[in-house]
C-alpha cells in the first residue's frame, strides 16, 4: 500500500500547544506516513538576519529560548503516550544540533562570496534539522515508532547554487527509495537537499513544500498532504481583502498560476514533480480531519469556477505591483482583463494591462497598478469578481494577518 507524505508547516510548530493536534492528525494516517517538517515558526527568518550581519553573534537568549521550546514538544507528548507504552529514556537530541548552531552563529566573520553563500545554507537547513529530531522523539514518547531520515541519508541532489535550487528526481529516485522503505514514521527535514561537492542548497522560501512535492513523486506516494495553520487556497490573500472565499478545488495548472502569481501558500515548484504520476496535492487546516483544497489533474477534481485566485506579485525596484486573475478559462481572456480594467478605473486606481508573460508566452488577466494602490485594488477586483460573502456561507475566513 502507498504512503501519504504529510508535511506540517512552521505554523504548526510554534510551541508544545500544537503537539496534540499533529499527533491526531499523523495517528489518522495507515500506513505510517513518511513526514516533511519546515522549521520552528520565527527559527528561519530568525537565522537569516544573524546570517546577514556575517559578525559573530551572542546569540545565547534566543538558542536557550528555542532549547526550551524543543523541550516543550517532547513534554507535552508525554501526555499522548498511550498506557501500554514503554516509558522512553529521558533524552533530548535536539542539544547536539542547537549546540552545533550556537557553535557555527558565534564564530560568524566576513568571507568570500561562495563560503557565505555555503554557511547561510548550512546556518538556515538546521532550523529545518532540530524541528525533525525534537518532532521525533515528540512522537516516540507518544508511542509512534518513528525516527529521522535527512536529505543526506535520501541523496536527494540539488542542481546547481545553493538557494532556490531544483531537486533533480532522476538523479535521486533509487537512493530515496532505498532509505524510506522501513514502515516506521519517518521524519525528514525540509528545505533544503545536497549540492554533488556534498554542500548543503535551500530550496527557496517555502521550501519544506518543495521537499513534500518531490518525495512524492520519488515514491509515487498516495497524496501529498500539507497541514498548515491556514485554511487552504483563498481566492486572494486574506491578509489584505477581507472578504475572501475558500477554494476547494484546484487543477494543477491553477494552482501552480497562482503560487507563480503571489499565492504564499504553496512552493511554486510544488507542483511539478506531482504531474507525472497524478499525485493528487491537499491542503489541510491543523486541527480538521477533512482537506480544505484539493489540488489534482484534470478530471479528478470537481469543476472548477470561472475564476478561482486572484494573486499579486510586487516589484518593489519599479514600486509596482502585478494582480492577475488565476482560474479555468482565465487565460488570455478579453472580458476578464476589460473587467478588472474597468473596476480599478471606477475605484479611481490608475492601471496598465499586462497580456503575455515577459517571454511572450500567454499569462493570466493582468494589470500593474502601484504598490501604494495594491491592497485597494485587490478590494476592488475581489468585489468585482467574487461579490461580498453570502452571510449563509459556513466557511468564515482565517482573521486578517493569519500565516498560511
Keep these: ?32 506516513p513518511v513526514i516533511v517538517v519546515s522549521a520552528f515558526r520565527g527559527v528561519t527568518d530568525a537565522l537569516a538576519e544573524l546570517c546577514e550581519r556575517a559578525q559573530p553573534a551572542d546569540a545565547s537568549p534566543w538558542i ?29 537530541p535536539w542539544d547536539a544540533e542547537i549546540t552545533a548552531l550556537e557553535h557555527e552563529l558565534s564564530s560568524l566573520e566576513p568571507a568570500s562570496p561562495e563560503e ?14 532540530i524541528a525533525a529530531v525534537t518532532l521525533a522523539a515528540a512522537f516516540e514518547t507518544a508511542g509512534i515508532p518513528s525516527r529521522v531520515v535527512t ?10 547554487g545553493y538557494d532556490d535550487v531544483r531537486i533533480d528526481l532522476d538523479a535521486s529516485r ?18 533544503f537537499a545536497i549540492r554533488t561537492d556534498g554542500q548543503l542548497a535551500l530550496l527557496g522560501r517555502g521550501g519544506s513544500d518543495y521537499t513534500a512535492a518531490a518525495l512524492g513523486a520519488l ?30 478545488a484546484l487543477g494543477y495548472d491553477e494552482a501552480a498560476a497562482a503560487a507563480a502569481h503571489g499565492s504564499r501558500i504553496l512552493h511554486p515548484r510544488c507542483i511539478e514533480p506531482l504531474r507525472t504520476s497524478a499525485i493528487p496535492l491537499r491542503l489541510f487546516e491543523l486541527g480538521r480531519r477533512e482537506p480544505r483544497t484539493l489540488v489534482g489533474p484534470p478530471g479528478t477534481i470537481p469543476r472548477l469556477a470561472p475564476v478561482s485566485v486572484l494573486g499579486f506579485r510586487d516589484d518593489p525596484d519599479e514600486g509596482e505591483s502585478a494582480l492577475a486573475l488565476v482560474g479555468e478559462r482565465c487565460d488570455d481572456s478579453e472580458s476578464a482583463t476589460r473587467r478588472m480594467r474597468d473596476a480599478l478605473e471606477g475605484a479611481g486606481i490608475a492601471c496598465r494591462v499586462v497580456s503575455t508573460a515577459g517571454d511572450g508566452t500567454a499569462s493570466p488577466p493582468t ?38
Excluded at 536529505?151 to 546547481?160: E, F, M
Aim: charged fraction near 30%.
Design 1 to 32: 500500500m502507498s504512503r501519504c507524505i504529510v508535511k506540517f508547516g512552521g505554523s504548526c510548530l510554534r510551541d508544545g500547544n500544537d503537539v496534540a493536534a499533529i499527533l491526531e492528525a499523523v495517528r489518522g494516517y495507515r500506513p505510517a
Design 64 to 92: 536557550d529560548d528555542l532549547r526550551r521550546r524543543a523541550r516543550g514538544f517532547v513534554e507535552a507528548a508525554e501526555a499522548h503516550r498511550p498506557a501500554d507504552a514503554a516509558p522512553q529514556p529521558t533524552r533530548a
Design 116 to 129: 557565505s553563500e555555503r554557511r547561510r545554507a548550512r546556518i538556515l537547513a538546521s532550523g529545518e534539522h
Design 151 to 160: 536529505p543526506q541519508d535520501c541523496g536527494l541532489t540539488a542542481t546547481a
Design 174 to 191: 533509487e537512493s530515496a527509495r532505498a532509505a524510506l522503505a522501513p514502515s516506521e514514521c519517518l521524519v525528514v527535514p525540509g528545505y
Design 219 to 248: 515514491l509515487e506516494a498516495k497524496a501529498v498532504d500539507l497541514w498548515k495553520r491556514g485554511e487552504g487556497f483563498r481566492t486572494a490573500d486574506p491578509a489584505i481583502v477581507g472578504t475572501t472565499r475558500l477554494v476547494e
Design 367 to 404: 494589470v500593474v497598478v502601484s504598490i501604494a494602490d495594491r491592497d485597494a485594488a485587490l478590494e476592488a477586483l475581489h468585489d468585482a469578481f467574487f461579490g461580498a460573502r453570502d452571510p449563509q456561507d459556513p466557511d468564515p475566513q482565517s482573521p486578517r494577518g493569519a500565516e498560511s
